[in-house]
């Protein structure tokens, strides 16, 4: 009985900046691995980026250099920082973690997502 839940997301103007958080509730033993992907219409889920308990961080080529993960462990949440937006980066942007629940049972979560619209 573990939950993912999205926030932060919207529509803002390409070149702009959005935050975007993820909390994990529920029966929680522990969280590994914690990252973000996105879909955009008619489209694979694709990879954005990940960052493990330990802190280290990796990034599709298409977002480096733009997108910032952190987490905050003793929240189990996980943010994502996006800036210089551009249009390409439309989409549902969806949480994922590998976590142990209390029945000592690893499961990779997601979350129901949150669009991102980047337009003008």
């Known amino acids: 009985q573990v939950q993912l839940l999205e926030s932060g997301g919207g529509l803002v103007q390409p070149s702009g900046s959005l935050r975007l958080s993820c909390a994990a509730s529920g029966s929680i033993f522990s969280i590994n691995t914690m990252g973000w992907f996105r879909q955009a219409p008619g489209q694979e889920r694709e990879f954005v980026a990940q960052?493990?308990?330990?802190?280290?961080?990796n990034y599709a080529d298409s977002v480096k250099g733009r997108f910032t993960i952190s987490r905050d462990n003793a929240k189990n949440t996980v943010h994502l920082q996006m800036s210089r937006l551009k249009p390409e980066d439309t989409a549902v942007y969806l949480c994922?973690?590998?976590?142990?629940?209390?029945?000592?049972?690893?499961?990779?979560?997601w979350g129901q997502g949150t669009q991102v619209t980047v337009s003008s």
């Open positions: 994922n973690a590998h976590i142990v629940s209390t029945t000592a049972t690893w499961r990779d979560y």
């Open positions: 960052i493990t308990s330990g802190g280290v961080a």
